[in-house]
């Protein structure tokens, strides 16, 4: 009997240690339930985290983009203005190396045309004589008319008059038209060696303007003559 009751003081002892251990377990059971619920909740916050730092990234990114761009773009127009300004300088140096040689060209110009012009005026346009009551052309008057046309070619802008004039014998109105002869002959030339007909006049003085006013043969031999006047183009 006594060890029967110590069996059930033990046995009983027992089952009141168990309660109060479930009883305790409890608290740890509601415990772990609230951790679960807190690590079930956790991805969401975790979502949320992990997208605003995608965001982040994101605008970081964008503005990565955009500096290199804006740095692309100034770039650009660094270099641009680069070309721009040589562009410029080049094109300045051109213009002045052009008025230069304009102004070079200027001179040269005027030089020459001063030396034409003296050219011009030292150059005299020298009579040519005729046989007593004749208008056929001496040799020597023919390699007179070369010159003249040579330097008439030369001188486009001259116009030129081919006065023919007699000696005092003979009628007045027979030396107006010997003159004329006279006159024509040594344009004829002329022409014959390229020079326009329309740059040359003739027109006959007869007697009426002797070079020499004697009355022998020296002076009627300087009087039968053909005499040359230039004029610029009208």
């Given at each position: 009997m006594l060890i029967l009751a110590m069996s059930l003081i033990i046995v009983s002892a027992c089952s009141h240690k168990s309660?109060?251990?479930?009883?305790?377990?409890?608290?740890?059971?509601?415990?772990?339930l609230e951790q679960m619920a807190e690590v079930r909740q956790a991805p969401a916050g975790g979502v949320e985290q992990t997208t605003a730092g995608e965001d982040g990234a994101d605008n970081q990114a964008a503005a990565k983009m955009e500096a290199m761009a804006k740095a692309a773009k100034e770039?650009?127009?660094?270099e641009a203005a680069v070309v721009e300004?040589?562009?410029l300088a080049k094109a300045a140096a051109e213009k002045a190396a052009k008025e230069k040689a304009a102004a070079e060209a200027a001179v040269v110009e005027k030089v020459d045309l001063v030396k034409a012009a003296a050219e011009k005026a030292l150059y005299e346009?020298?009579?040519?004589?005729?046989?007593?009551?004749?208008?056929?052309?001496?040799?020597?008057?023919r390699e007179v008319l070369k010159k003249h046309a040579a330097w008439l070619t030369e001188n486009k802008d001259v116009n030129i008059t081919v006065e023919g004039h007699c000696d005092e014998r003979g009628t007045a109105e027979y030396n107006l038209a010997l003159g004329e002869r006279r006159a024509k002959a040594a344009a004829m030339f002329l022409v014959n060696m390229g020079i326009d007909d329309k740059r040359i006049k003739t027109i006959s003085y007869g007697e009426e303007l002797p070079l020499d006013p004697?009355?022998?043969e020296a002076a009627w031999a300087r009087n039968r003559r053909a005499h040359f006047v230039a004029s610029g183009k009208q």
């Open positions: 309660v109060v251990r479930e009883d305790r377990a409890v608290p740890k059971g509601e415990a772990a770039k650009a127009a660094a300004k040589a562009d346009l020298t009579d040519i004589k005729f046989d007593f009551d004749n208008f056929d052309l001496r040799d020597e008057a004697g009355h022998d």
